[in-house]
């Protein structure tokens, strides 16, 4: 059934669907088996007012139509693309109100119990990429609103979840700048340094270097100008 959310609207090939549920050694009736299952999903989503299932058979496998209904994950995609748009245009209300909506539907990408084949593999790790993204486009967001105090705890945290992603060192960086913890703000900087270094032998990003220059020299551009 999760296979068929995921590809809503299109058509998931049987040997495709064998291996998200089974994956490389399925059983010798696995065919039968899945018919078995989907027989299930349609009884499942059965409705009374509607004559047909929304699980079809199409050569060569089977299709989920939604119809009306949107998923979240939708939602969600749709969201983060209107968000982006606001803050292109440095439209940072917008742009901030539009980011927590979508991570207000955000759900956990997938239960350990269910099967982890290609498909749905692909779909986890886009998912989490995709929240990432929004968290930091959220965070520039609320950067320009000058909401940085509020969220150094949090920038910590993700930063310690996420060690590799040095778009989070820099806003935890410009954030405690910006609180006046200069000091601090460099740390970070020596830590993010430290961990890409030992962890994949690389010094750190134009982005991020340009943030400890500019927190050295005390750069105006680091100030958060708000018009009068």
């Known amino acids: ?15 495709q669907l064998i291996a998200e549920i089974w994956g490389e050694y399925p059983p010798r009736r696995a065919i ?34 939604l119809g009306p209904d949107r998923l979240d994950f939708h939602c969600f995609e749709r969201l983060v693309c209107e968000g982006r748009d606001h803050l292109r245009e440095r439209r940072y209300q917008q742009a901030t109100a539009t980011f927590e909506s979508a991570l207000d539907l955000w759900r956990d990408p997938l239960l350990d119990d269910v099967c982890h084949g290609p498909i749905l593999e692909g779909f986890q790790t886009w998912l989490k990429e995709a929240r990432l993204e ?13 909401r940085h105090r509020e969220l150094v705890s949090d920038l910590y945290q993700l930063t310690t979840e996420h060690p590799l ?10 954030a405690l700048y910006r ?6 703000a460099l740390h970070v900087y020596q ?23 500019a927190i050295l020299t005390s750069d105006d551009r680091l100030e958060l100008h708000v018009p009068a």
């Open 134 to 146: 929004c968290i930091e486009m959220l965070t520039d967001s609320r950067l320009m609103l000058g």
């Open 32 to 65: 039968a088996g899945l018919h078995v299952y989907v027989s299930q999903i349609r009884k499942f989503l059965r409705r009374p007012n509607q004559s047909e299932s929304p699980v079809l058979t199409r050569p060569p496998g089977y299709v989920l139509r």
């Open 165 to 174: 992603r040095e778009a989070l060192h820099r806003q935890l960086m410009l």
């Open 1 to 15: 059934m999760t296979v068929l959310l995921v590809r809503a609207d299109q058509v998931v090939p049987i040997d």
């Open 179 to 184: 609180c006046g913890r200069r000091a601090d």
């Open 191 to 213: 830590a993010a340094r430290k961990t890409l270094n030992e962890e994949l032998g690389l010094e750190p990003c134009r982005a991020l270097q340009d943030m400890q220059r």
